[in-house]
């Protein structure tokens, strides 16, 4: 889908020095032939735009050369492959975002946090897609996960602690993420939840007696079969209750 062409010798350089392009320690140079008329941030940008606009699939490197004016060879001189590019993508979008300020308790702290991964997840859900450690290597990643360290100051845990109640709170909010996910009949669901309870009441009968009591319950207090809101602030509740069990542990 977007491999580099075998024959192709103006390499770019390493991921790591792709990712710190901007440093004053970074190696300049490194192409062969004439200077691009786009720089590797632009070719980045513009992969994003097509993501938020279409979905991942359509970051190829045949649309990115059609969008930036050159040709496709000349988006190999800024990355070696799709799957840098995703990475350079993704530490973009965590540079990008607004970081929360740590005022008040770790759970108002906490909870700012996982809001602000939230908000970030839903404007750019392909970010939901990229699932590579390389990440971890990026200026973006890297600041992002020393400001959101902080905010578990209040809590009496170790480095390797700290760590894993960091990844226990993010993993949750990429499923809430995942959850919000716009399904094909979302629309639909408030108008068939009313017109179809009646209907689906007869078929069950007796059966499934807990399900159709806490279905119903559910049902009337959400208007639909199930609601992320509502799902996020219990989930998000349980995760700080569990952190702060975690950390009287220690």
């Known amino acids: 889908m977007f491999p580099p062409p075998q024959n192709w010798r103006s390499m770019p350089r390493e991921l790591v020095d792709l990712l710190w392009r901007d440093h004053p320690a970074a190696p300049r140079g490194g192409t062969r032939g004439p200077r691009s008329r786009v720089t590797t941030g632009a070719v980045v940008e513009a992969a994003s735009a097509l993501a938020d606009a279409e979905g991942l699939p359509a970051v190829t490197v045949r649309r990115l050369g059609e969008t930036l004016g050159i040709s496709t060879m000349s988006v190999y001189t800024h990355v070696n492959s799709r799957d840098d590019l995703l990475v350079l993508m993704a530490d973009a979008a965590w540079a990008a975002m607004p970081l929360p300020d740590h005022t008040g308790g770790w759970r108002a702290c906490v909870r700012r946090v996982a809001e602000a991964n939230l908000a970030l997840l839903v404007e750019h859900p392909w970010l939901l897609e990229i699932d590579d450690d390389r990440t ?45 996910r716009r399904a094909p009949h979302a629309d639909e669901m408030p108008e068939l939840w009313a017109r179809w309870s009646a209907p689906l009441a007869r078929y069950l009968g007796d059966a499934h007696p807990v399900a159709q009591r806490v279905g119903a319950a559910a049902g009337e207090a959400m208007n639909a079969p199930s609601s992320p809101a509502h799902a996020w602030r219990f989930g998000l509740d349980r995760v700080l209750d569990a952190l702060e069990a975690a950390a009287g542990r220690t």
């Open 136 to 180: 971890a290597f990026g200026p973006g990643t890297i600041a992002k996960y020393d400001h959101e360290l902080r905010a578990l100051d209040g809590l009496d845990l170790d480095d390797v602690a700290r760590d894993a109640a960091l990844t226990f709170v993010l993993d949750f909010v990429r499923g809430a993420a995942r959850a919000r």
